[in-house]
């Protein structure tokens, strides 16, 4: 029996100790940590976090960083990225799957992508898109998106490579841009909270509201904001996230001041993954009417956190509703929105207490039905 493991090398833009990028981080992530029992893992990134303009203190540049017994990360200082350090780099690894972490990456899709098909690399390519080809992210720059892909299309970089989707609708996304083209459906790791249910102080009339992700317009905040306006109840929002836009910020400033002097919005900043589940124990609920989510990392460890969800019907979470553990609603229904907020508001300890454990066990009913390494054998194999 062969027990040599299978060498995985990954491209993405961040990783950790980064975490303002938010989901893409944390599917990387999580692969490596669960899987890397089973696989060697080589991990290519940025040497900063998103929006940073200066590099990660005290961690190597340009070379290789041992931070498990079976996985590495190469920092690459600005300007480091090229052909020729790129081959170099597969040359000395000689991995068996090269696994791409974004569609849309200059430096760690579109140029080690092209640096393989030079090469003549033989192993197996996987690229995951991320939510990236949804039809909510497509129309932010949909035009020069529609122009990259076709660009992509007759290059010939499609060729040999399989798609992971991680869900049903993602794989639909992928055929749509890319008909015929191989796909394997491996649903996202999530980080989970540990320990038994909790419960949390509700008094009908009083609400804690919480919004954890970057500030961009994908994430629809200002929708969000606007809804807050129409309901009648001491609400307290707070917004934990980079800035990822900062004139999409200025608004939604701008629309939380003028919001009535009960409801009170904080913009926190971004928030530390380790400080996570610590900050979503001390509200009632998570809110995000996203516009598209091929997973949605934040809105599952609220749920594992027995933290009901305010959602959009743009994430893989569906139906909540019927089991009470949440809302997944159209973004043309505002009035849903509203009445959401308005039923979570006016809800008693008992009938909160009954949410709140629905959240929970959903979430941790999710996690013991998947086996993970059969699916990314799939990948990986």
Known sequence: MNNVKKKVLIFCDWYEPGYKAGGPIQSCKNIVHTLSGEYDFYIITSDRDLGDQVPYPGIPLDQWTTISPHSSVW???TGSMSAASLKKLVHEIQPDVVYF?????????????WTLKRMGFKGRRVLAPRGMLQQGA?????FKKNVFLRLFRLSGLADR?????TDKQEEQDILGFFPGSNTVVAENIPNVAEGAW??????????????ISRIHPKKNLLFLLEILGKIPGKIILDIYGEADDQKYTEIC??????????????????L?????????????????????ENFGHAVFEALSAGKPVLISDQTPW????KIKAGWDLPLDSREGFEKALLQMLQMDQHEYNEWSKNAWGYAHRFMISFDYLTKYAKLFQ
């Open 161 to 165: 490579i399989l798609f992971h989707a």
């Open 253 to 270: 400033k701008q629309a939380a001041s003028y919001l009535p002097g009960e409801i009170n919005v904080r913009f926190k900043g971004p």
């Open 138 to 142: 497509i129309r932010r720059k949909s």
């Open 75 to 77: 920092y690459a200082g």
């Open 318 to 321: 569906k139906e909540l509703g």
């Open 198 to 211: 909790a419960p949390l102080s509700k008094q009908p009339g009083e609400l804690r509201c919480v919004f």
């Open 272 to 292: 530390l993954h380790q400080q996570v589940f610590n900050t979503l124990a001390q509200y009632h609920i998570f809110a995000l009417p996203t516009l598209g």
């Open 101 to 113: 972490n974004s569609m849309f990456s200059k430096a760690f899709t579109l140029l080690p992508l």
